[in-house]
Nanobody, 124 residues
Framework: VQLQAFGGGLVQAGGSLRLSCTAS????????MGWFRQAPGKEREFVAS????????YYADSVKGRFTISRDNAKNTVTLRMNALKPEDTAVYYC??????????????????WGQGTLVTVSS
């Protein structure tokens, strides 16, 4: 599958952004989808993930209550709505797909496919 993430940009602290990731290839509903991010000089970290039908979602503690992950299998799209953004949210955000997974994982190692990343910069 090929993933393409977009929607990043520059926003002031307290603002909002919506990231989207579209997929092509195998049926989208076969994938658990996740968002990860990597800030300069730091390791890639989990942000949010969603089960194949959207019934289960998981969030990193640092974004819980501010970010919302959702998916539209008919449109092969997963979306990350980010509210109340903070400067520490600044990072390159990646969408990822875990094919045929029974569990929704927060571990980037298990994800099979990755998008190219989109940069989110939050100014103070």
């Amino acid at each position: 599958v090929q993933l393409q993430a977009f929607g990043g940009g520059l926003v002031q602290a307290g603002g909002s952004l919506r990231l989207s990731c579209t997929a092509s290839g195998r049926p989208f509903s076969n994938y658990v989808m996740g968002w990860f991010r990597q800030a300069p000089g730091k390791e890639r970290e989990f942000v949010a993930s969603i089960s194949w039908n959207g019934g289960r979602t998981y969030y990193a503690d640092s974004v819980k209550g501010r970010f919302t992950i959702s998916r539209d299998n008919a449109k092969n799209t997963v979306t990350l709505r980010m509210n109340a953004l903070k400067p520490e949210d600044t990072a390159v955000y990646y969408c990822a797909a875990d094919y045929g997974a029974a569990m929704v994982s927060v571990d980037p190692v298990v994800y099979d496919y990755w998008g190219q990343g989109t940069l989110v910069t939050v100014s103070s």
